[in-house]
């Protein structure tokens, strides 16, 4: 299990980006998948979560209304688009996967991390 995120990036606030999760080698389907942040010295946090036979997301309450996650599955990816943006969205935003049903959003039932990508909220 190994994915790999993109589509970080500055933007202002209130501003949408959209990130991008796709796995190398393996069905991302059929996993149940979930986009997590973190800051420098802070604990990984759950931020979306999406179970593998599951179209309804879970959400942490920080991001609920304003972060969509959805898979594109033809394209075997999952995304994440961010609309009104907010300087503390700032931080490395990570994908990874389980093999189980349920959509935790604590990060340490997940694995097949990738490098992260950057998203940065600021004027």
């Known amino acids: 299990l190994q994915v790999v995120e993109s589509g970080g990036g500055l933007v202002q606030p209130g501003g949408s980006l959209t990130l991008s999760c796709a796995a190398r080698?393996?069905?991302?389907?059929?996993?149940?998948m979930g986009w997590f942040r973190q800051l420098p010295g802070k604990e990984r946090e759950g931020v979306a979560v999406i179970g593998y036979d599951d179209p309804n997301p879970n959400y942490a309450e920080s991001v609920k209304g304003r972060f969509t996650m959805y898979r594109h599955r033809p394209n075997n990816t999952v995304h994440l688009q961010m609309t009104d943006l907010r300087p503390e969205d700032t931080a490395v935003y990570y994908c990874?996967?389980?093999?189980?049903?349920?959509?935790?959003?604590?990060?340490?039932?997940?694995?097949?991390w990738g490098p992260g990508t950057q998203v940065t909220v600021s004027s």
């Open positions: 080698g393996f069905p991302l389907n059929d996993y149940t």
């Open positions: 990874a996967g389980r093999t189980g049903p349920t959509a935790f959003l604590s990060s340490q039932y997940y694995q097949g």
